[in-house]
């Protein structure tokens, strides 16, 4: 492994200097010239190495002002594959550098030796007083338990919609390009990046310093987890676009080791990804029930509405919307309200009932309520779309 470190704001500064200089490169058609595209290979290996390496940093060395869940995972076993992880990737970037001056000699380019350039890249950082990150700012709180229950049931689904065969640790002479195809494309990468992303802003937006948060002080522990495997899987789809786009260029296998490099992704960083999620969704779970006020609502057909399919889709998305349990009743017997065809039994069972019974959250109900007040979208179906959007 290489010695050779990098603070994460010189990593920054690599990656966003490699994809100025990528995109030059590409401008003047460097990918088909015979004597410009092995720098513009060397220049992208570069670029998306330093990135996946600057997210590695920062979760190893950056500030981290929420709590772990579980602190022998977070600094123990997490530190340990982050470390792992920075130590291969930092001995990649070295290969690469060394290619790439190869590369510009080879294409007849001189060396330019860089002036003095680390104060206009890296200027000084301000000093902060040791206390800003707990100060809290009490004309911003605000939101109520059901932003939090929503945002707890987002979190439940995003683990629960988790690939069980991606949390399986690559041997040696694993298929490492049918594992890449079926499982981290850069669509799959992204997909969970962004979804992660989105609990962590959505958190921002709406908790960070609310009254529910300081009612329900355990939640910044899932904002910790939920951080732990953004930084993770930023990483992991950085690495992941490089492999899609390049693993078949011979140039840059010299520089990189694909199986060890899917090898690293697989069981460093999707796996750690996988358990920071793990050991929050006990926690998760609990906050859920403790947060959620359930209650009951009788509602009936209008006149003329039948309950058939779309009527019935349209209270199954309605729930899965809201994430939280909710059962429907007919008669006196119940089903969940967020399967399709669980409710559709029920009703074929009871077919002349036009009275129903639900149960749970009162956030859920709420909506279900108005939404058979509208007609079930059977009478006027853009209304219900207007009040209801996600139900498009």
């Not at 041997?171 to 499982?183: E, G, L, P």
């Not at 009936?300 to 009527?311: G, K, V």
């Not at 979208?377 to 139900?391: M, Q």
């Amino acid at each position: 492994m290489s010695d050779v470190s990098y603070e994460e704001r010189s990593l920054y500064a690599v990656y966003y200097e490699a994809d100025l200089l990528e995109d030059y490169l590409d401008l003047h058609g460097a990918a088909n010239n015979k004597r410009f595209h092995l720098i513009r290979e060397d220049v992208s290996g570069i670029k998306w190495v330093a990135q996946a390496l600057s997210c590695l940093s920062l979760l190893k060395y950056g500030p981290h002002p929420y709590p772990a869940v579980d602190p022998d995972w977070s600094q123990q076993q997490l530190n340990k594959h982050v470390e792992i992880s920075i130590s291969c990737l930092n001995e990649y970037l070295s290969n690469l550098f060394n290619q790439l001056s190869a590369s510009w000699l080879g294409a007849d380019l001189s060396i330019v030796t860089p002036k003095a350039t680390e104060a206009a890249i890296h200027p000084p950082l301000p000093i902060l007083p040791p206390d800003l990150l707990n100060d809290e700012d009490e004309e911003g709180l605000g939101g109520d338990n059901n932003i939090a229950s929503r945002y707890l049931s987002r979190f439940i689904r995003l683990f629960n919609s988790w690939d069980a065969d991606t949390t399986k640790r690559m041997v040696a002479d694993s298929n490492t390009s049918a594992f890449m195809k079926r499982y981290c494309t850069e669509a799959i990468a992204r997909s969970f990046q962004s979804r992660v992303h989105n609990l962590q802003s959505d958190y921002d937006s709406h908790l960070r310093n609310s009254r529910q948060e300081l009612a329900s002080p355990e939640l910044r522990k899932v904002r910790g987890a939920v951080s732990e495997c953004l930084h993770l899987l930023e990483a992991v789809t950085a690495l992941t676009h490089l492999y899609e786009r390049h693993h078949h260029q011979p140039h840059l296998s010299k520089a990189l080791p694909w199986p060890a490099l899917v090898a690293l992704v697989v069981n460093h960083l999707i796996l750690s990804a996988y358990k920071s999620l793990e050991v929050c969704m006990p926690l998760a779970q609990q906050l859920l029930n403790e947060i959620s006020v359930s209650s009951s609502v009788e509602v009936s057909l209008l006149d003329d509405i039948e309950m058939h399919a779309r009527p019935l889709s349209m209270i199954a998305n309605m729930v899965k919307h809201h994430g939280l349990e909710v059962e429907i009743e007919c008669s006196g017997q119940r089903a969940n309200a967020a399967s399709f065809m669980a409710m559709l039994v029920l009703i074929g069972s009871h077919p002349d009932t036009r009275t129903y019974i639900f149960h749970g959250d009162c956030a859920a109900l709420s909506d279900i309520e108005q939404l058979f007040a509208l007609g079930l979208g059977e009478i006027d179906l853009d209304a219900v779309i207007e009040a209801f959007p996600f139900l498009k």
